[in-house]
Each structure stands twice: as structure tokens, then as C-alpha cells.
């Protein structure tokens, strides 16, 4: 079983930056795959980004490429999202998941392939 708990949302103008962070338990986080999703009001779920094990591989979304990137720090068992020009679409709550399973190009993005989520955070962005 793997906790996760995300931290670092809030309410921010246009065009700032905020550093999402998702902390998890356990001591094998380095054999999870992490990924980031978010839901907006009235909108379904969607992928934001994903990091490989060991951090070599990294994939986003392409409303978010260049703005926003994934990290993580098997040491500390996070994953971070550092989210950079800040839009109003980007307004929701976001989601950390960890995946027990290799992720490949046609899977990291899909939600089902996630075994265990955060209670999400909220990101507003004002325009």
C-alpha cells in the first residue's frame, strides 16, 4: 500500500510559478512510476505528466510542455511538479499517482494504469 499526500497548491495570478509536491510512505517508491493529473471543474480527468523510476524518463502533456516539469528524489520519496507561466486553464485540482507498472509511451498518460492516488491539491490560477 502507498500514501500519497500532495501539497503546494494555492491561488496565484497569471504568469506566476508554484512547486506542487507529493509525498508518499513506504520504502519502495523508487519502483513506482509517478505521474501527475488534474481535473477541472466540470472536466474530466486529465494526464499532466509522468517520471520513470529512476527520473530518466519524463513525458507531459502537450498543453503543459515547456511550462511545467517533473522531478522526483527517490531519497525523500517525493515527486514534484514544478508548474512555471502559470494560465488560467491550468486552474484545478491536481492529483499525484504512483504505478507498480512499466509505463510505456502509449500508457503513462492513461489513469487506470495507476494503482494509488492523493486526495489532490487545488491550483487556481487568477487571469
Known amino acids: 500500500q502507498v500514501h500519497l499526500v500532495e501539497s503546494g497548491g494555492g491561488l496565484v495570478q497569471a504568469g506566476a510559478s508554484l512547486r506542487l509536491s507529493c509525498a508518499t510512505s513506504?520504502?519502495?517508491?523508487?519502483?513506482?512510476?509517478m505521474g501527475w493529473f488534474r481535473q477541472a471543474p466540470g472536466k474530466e480527468r486529465e494526464f499532466v505528466a509522468a517520471?520513470?523510476?529512476?527520473?530518466?524518463?519524463?513525458n507531459y502533456a502537450d498543453t503543459v510542455k515547456g511550462r511545467f516539469t517533473i522531478s522526483r528524489d527517490n531519497a525523500k520519496n517525493t515527486v514534484y511538479l514544478q508548474m512555471n507561466s502559470l494560465k488560467f486553464e491550468d486552474t484545478a485540482v491536481y492529483y499525484c499517482a504512483a504505478s507498480g507498472t512499466t509505463l510505456y509511451s502509449s500508457t503513462y498518460s492513461l489513469g487506470r494504469q495507476y494503482d494509488y492516488w492523493g486526495q489532490g491539491t487545488q491550483v487556481t490560477v487568477s487571469s
Open positions: 517520471i520513470s523510476r529512476s527520473g530518466g524518463n519524463r
Open positions: 513506504g520504502r519502495t517508491f523508487s519502483s513506482y512510476s
